[in-house]
């Protein structure tokens, strides 16, 4: 019965923080946490509140409090991780992120959150390498699979980026966001008609996608359409005022 009743608590809670009522949300879990001190839960539910509003040093020791009381929280270390590569700390990232994995070695999560502080920290090899471990776990992991297509890009590994972006849009071919990837490599790599293509596949389902606009603008460029690139531009910028 006592489980029963903090079980509805913690539910509760959950969906003030999926309803994006965040500041209710922290009110509640403190007020909850005075009924149930010692419940790592709420400590970390405490710090991920925190972190969404920026106030990333309560959020850590919030995090350090529930790891106190469960040092195997392994959701917790993967929460710090990313709230110290908000935070611009991306070197204590990768220290809580490894501690996740150390935890739990099938954690997908803190796999593709390393490679984003790997990647902060411009060290674009592991950061392939910590993508590659995520995907391998969850070959779904469409975030991953950009993610890795992003770094590819960066390193001008065109073809392999590519590759990336087609696993991911296989997956959910609609993903505005990953479509606006691939045509952005596919500039990178003067597949310019390939690109126009994927960007215009943005603006069927989103007109108003303003980076879409922007680069069919750049690909325009890159084909000497400088009238159309104009009005391509024009639309970007719009559509962001």
């Not at 990768?94 to 803190?110: G, H």
Request: aromatic residues 10%; negative net charge; glycine residues 4%.
């Amino acid at each position: 019965m006592m489980q029963e009743k903090k079980d509805k608590k913690i539910n509760k809670l959950i969906s003030l923080f999926t309803n994006g009522e965040i500041e209710k949300c922290k009110r509640e879990t403190k007020r909850v946490l005075e009924v149930y001190p010692n419940e790592p839960f709420l400590f970390n539910l405490l710090g991920v509140t925190h972190a969404e509003t920026g106030l990333f040093d309560e959020a850590i020791a919030y995090y350090k409090k529930a790891l106190k009381l469960n040092s195997e929280y392994f959701e917790v270390y993967n929460n710090m991780g990313v709230a110290y590569n908000h935070w611009k700390k991306p070197e204590l990232a990768v220290e809580s992120l490894r501690l996740a994995i150390e935890t739990n070695p099938n954690y997908a999560e803190a796999f593709n959150n390393l490679g984003n502080s790997q990647k902060e920290l411009l060290d674009y090899e592991d950061a392939i390498k910590s993508y590659e471990k995520a995907i391998k776990i969850e070959p779904s992991y469409i975030d991953a699979l950009c993610n890795l297509g992003i770094v590819l890009g960066v390193l001008e590994k065109y073809l392999e980026a590519e590759g990336a972006f087609k696993k991911a849009l296989d997956l959910e071919p609609s993903r505005k966001q990953t479509l606006y990837l691939y045509g952005s490599v596919l500039t990178k790599s003067k597949k310019l008609e390939e690109a126009k293509r994927e960007f215009n596949s943005i603006l069927i389902i989103d007109p108003d996608f303003a980076e879409a606009h922007n680069g069919l603008g750049l690909a325009n460029i890159e084909l000497k359409n400088f009238y159309e690139a104009s009005e391509n531009f024009r639309k970007a910028i719009d559509i962001k005022n």
